[in-house]
């Protein structure tokens, strides 16, 4: 996408989720989709795409198996995109720093020597 399009933050999406008389968005691969008009023909029915309603639906989206005809309908539906912040490769490294997991080098080593001495 383009410098021009509209970036929306998870917040964003997660007040579009059909409840109170809002739109329905969706967010798949980090971009923004809205189903509003979609729900009554989606194949699945309505309730699939409920479950997912202001939500990140990229693993529901991948788990299904959708045909290529399914991910070039998608293109109609789009709105935006995430802020870079919250695109899921940025959400990962949040979560592994809030876990305490890093990626720099010297924690690698200490962990290997670390195991190195538990198993002689």
């Keep these: 996408m383009?410098?021009?399009?509209?970036?929306?933050?998870?917040?964003?999406v997660a007040k579009c989720?059909?409840?109170n008389g809002t739109k329905t968005w969706i967010v798949i691969y980090d971009?923004?989709?809205?189903?509003?008009?979609y729900m009554?023909?989606?194949?699945?029915?309505?309730e699939l795409l409920e479950e997912y309603a202001g939500k990140d639906a990229t693993s529901?989206?991948?788990?299904?198996?959708?045909?290529?005809?399914?991910?070039k309908m998608l293109k109609k539906y789009l709105i935006g995109e995430l802020q870079d912040e919250d695109k899921s490769v940025n959400r990962k490294k949040k979560r592994a720093i809030s876990n305490g997991i890093t990626e720099n080098g010297a924690n690698r080593?200490?962990?290997?020597?670390?195991?190195?001495?538990?198993?002689?």
């Design 2 to 12: 383009s410098d021009s399009v509209i970036r929306y933050s998870l917040a964003d």
């Design 17 to 19: 989720n059909g409840k």
């Design 31 to 37: 971009n923004v989709y809205d189903v509003t008009d």
């Design 40 to 46: 009554q023909q989606h194949p699945g029915g309505p």
């Design 60 to 71: 529901g989206f991948d788990d299904f198996g959708h045909s290529s005809d399914a991910k």
């Design 109 to 120: 080593q200490k962990q290997r020597t670390f195991l190195a001495i538990i198993c002689g």
